[in-house]
T-cell receptor, first 115, second 109 residues
């Protein structure tokens, strides 16, 4: 158990809908990362937050947004869902360290199925 | 060309075999290198973390980094069926982290 929790574990929804995925980082970790993992794309970095502020952006679509709250939990919002958004969404967290050296610990993921 | 190349396999070996997993990369700015293990339907878990060129050993696992060749490896000695998983390499430059596609390994009893 990495100490990172994600809810829900599974989510089934329809195209055009909006969903919110939630992540609680490990105690003491200030950074939260979101990843999408699909069979054909592998693990894709979406976005990183550090202590409430956006720090880095990856291949995140405009239909997707995220935020990190004062208690450090984070939410990933996916809107206007398409069939291709079906994937595993992982959250990871890391402790403060030398820039670039933070080790990321992954949550169990949320499996999203868009029908 | 992808920044990080990793053969997706699948790789199947008998129990007790030595397994070699590899990644190559193109960006010489990568400074930190990691190997993650991901069991089916689970999140990746950190196995090894290295910074400099050379070898780092942890039990049956050895991580090797060759920065001059932009090549990293993970060796698993005395492989066990419980090692069956997907292994992802990852590397970091500042806050930019890139993953390989993952190699699916099966260790047969």
């Amino acid at each position: 158990d990495s100490g990172v929790t994600q809810t829900p574990k599974h989510l089934i929804t329809a195209t055009g809908q909006r969903v919110t995925l939630r992540c609680s980082p490990r105690s003491g970790d200030l950074s939260v990362y979101w990843y999408q993992q699909s069979l054909d794309q592998g693990l894709q970095f979406l976005i990183q937050y550090y202590n409430g502020e956006e720090r880095a952006k990856g291949n995140i679509l405009e239909r997707f947004s995220a935020q990190q709250f004062p208690d450090l939990h984070s939410e990933l919002n996916l809107s206007s869902l398409e069939l291709g958004d079906s994937a595993l969404y992982f959250c990871a967290s890391s402790a403060p360290g030398l820039a670039g050296s933070e080790t990321q610990y992954f949550g169990p993921g949320t499996r999203l199925l868009v029908l | 060309q992808k920044e990080v190349e990793q053969d997706p396999g699948p790789l199947s070996v008998p129990e007790g075999a030595i397994v070699s997993l590899n990644c190559t990369y193109s960006n010489s700015a990568f400074q930190y290198f990691m190997w993650y293990r991901q069991y089916s339907r689970k999140g990746p878990e950190l196995l090894m973390y290295t910074y400099s060129s050379g070898n780092k050993e942890d039990g049956r696992f050895t991580a090797q980094v060759d920065k001059s060749s932009k090549y990293i490896s993970l060796f698993i000695r005395d492989s066990q069926p419980s090692d069956s998983a997907t292994y992802l390499c990852a590397m970091v430059n500042n806050n930019d982290m890139r993953f390989g596609a993952g190699t699916r390994l099966t260790v047969k009893p």
